[in-house]
């Protein structure tokens, strides 16, 4: 069982951002192999740029279909005449036209009668054209910084592909998998960029964790993720919709090789709403480095934000806010660091999210800002030049959320019908950052409880909740002692069993705050488990006097 010590801290946020990019997909390469120069399509007002996901308003594909994608998916992924002849973007051209089939003579294989001068079946063109108008709303023509990279055409840099061996995705709704990967140790390296590797519509997200010098956690075949590890722990990056790769630039890097990071994990999460038997898949990411330079900066991802949430159905705006309070701040930094890029996440009910910065007390500056909120699409907030944080700044992550449509409440978690509140800096340079006192540092808040107030464990409303969530403390031997003699898993709700959870819902720690943060973490252990479904033996109506 792990202790919340400051030098164990790490355990804690691992636990709750190992699933933070959930997000619905299908497209890539499978399905551009189904139409007519699938690989062709360009992006119509960004030169050189491809359009990948072409069913897809997102052109990495994945989330919201495109009118193309909508026709498409009706007649059942196939490229049949009717689809060929259709205009699905209304621009007075056949799908056909668009992809260099106007005979609607091509099938799986073959080579059409045009290679050159393809379209978007699914983008209105002349993109400009007043007959376009409100029809092409989701292109966005703004140039992704992964596509002028310059770093990664240096000519010493490599790259190491990091994707897991071939293998058939369980026939289950949501997997949790992991691999781990060696690195070159053979000298210094600085990771300058990444690159997603997609080949599954199943594939949601993926996020890249690296591995300490004592971590000696091996995984050579996809396995399920184990939640609680404190393996592996510090984010170095991901893959989401919306994103095709993160170029750092030349200045900045993660270190790896010798004296850097030696391993890291790569955890995919899959979504099989149908569970599929027969999907085959190898997805994962690539990372580009080169030998390190001492000019280079060092980088580290920092996480804010609420692991606490509790959302009521049917309301238009629900505000969730997480606290990095500036007596942590002053002890997680030892002095300035600067802020180069800030990207949110939140789940199907988000709508909007910012994290900003205060210095005592007057606003410094947004790291994020995002009035509407599209969980299809990260909106990354790039700063040139950084944003500068110093010790005792304060961090605030704000959070609205629309539960109009839900009719039950909805908490913190990783299904993409629960929610989350996190957002992702991305920061320099890594030798500001506390880690001697603090391993799995982040800025997040639990409650009104700050990480630094977490991991030093402190009381909250009068309850000392380290004491009750761990099984071998004689807090929570106390309060549970004749609670588990009386109360039994498979019941029943007897009068005994009726008094001790009466005895145990006054006592503080299961009251207001206290009580989610405490019932947050007594899943982690088997014994709290148990007293949490114990707690259900009983409905509240019951135990009124």
Known sequence: MFRLT??????????????????????????????????????????????????????????????????????????????????????????????GDPACIWSVGQVTSRTKDVTHPGVCEPFHDSMC????????????????????????????????????????????????FDLPVDQD???????????????????????????????????????????????????????????????????MGATGYKRLKLEIHYNNPNKEATTIDSSGMRIFYRPVRPEVQELFTLMTGQFLLTLPPGQPSVEQIGVCKRSCTSQIFKRPIYVIQGVNHMHETGLSMSVEVYRHGAHVANLTDELKFNPTDALYFHHKPPVEILPGD?????????????????????????????????????????????????????????????????????CNWTTVIQPEKIGFINLTKHLFENCKLEGP????????????????????????VVKNYLPLSKEGSNLLEILKLCPLDELAP
């Open 394 to 462: 304060e961090i605030i992550t704000r959070c609205i959320y629309d539960t109009t449509n839900r009719t039950s409440w909805t908490y913190y978690g990783n299904a993409a019908t629960d929610e989350m509140c996190v957002g992702l800096l991305l920061t320099y340079p890594k030798s500001a950052f506390n880690f001697e006192e603090f391993e799995g540092l982040s800025c997040n808040s639990e409650s009104d409880l700050s990480f630094c107030e977490v991991v030093q464990e402190k009381p909250l409303n009068g």
């Open 133 to 180: 108008h409100g029809k092409n709303d989701f292109v966005s023509c703004q140039s992704d910084d992964f596509v002028d990279c310059d770093v990664i055409k240096g000519p010493d840099i490599n790259s190491l592909d990091l994707t897991f061996p071939v293998f058939t995705v369980p026939p289950t709704v949501t997997n949790n998998l992991c691999v781990t």
């Open 6 to 99: 400051m030098k164990q801290s790490k355990c804690i946020p691992v636990y709750l951002i190992l699933n933070l990019f959930l997000n619905g997909c299908w497209g890539y390469s499978f399905f551009q192999d189904l139409i007519p120069n699938g690989h062709s399509v360009k992006h119509p007002c960004i030169p050189n740029t491809p359009w990948e996901g072409v069913g897809h308003t997102n052109r990495q594909g994945g989330g919201k279909t495109n009118a193309f994608g909508q026709d498409f998916a009706d007649s059942g992924h196939q490229w049949t005449q009717a689809l060929c002849l259709q205009d699905s973007d209304g621009d007075g051209k056949t799908n056909g036209e668009e992809l």
């Open 189 to 255: 390296y600085h990771i300058v960029a990444t690159e997603g590797i997609v080949k599954s519509s199943l594939v949601h997200h993926m996020l890249l964790f690296a591995c300490l010098d004592d971590d000696d956690l091996t995984i050579s075949s996809p396995e399920a993720c184990k939640m609680e590890s404190t393996l592996c722990s510090n984010l170095i990056d991901g893959w989401t919709l919306g994103t095709y790769g993160q170029c750092y630039g030349d200045s900045l890097g993660f270190k």
């Open 493 to 516: 709700c007897s009068t005994e069993c009726k008094e001790e959870i009466k005895t145990l819902l006054s006592n503080p720690c299961f009251q207001g705050e206290a009580a989610e």
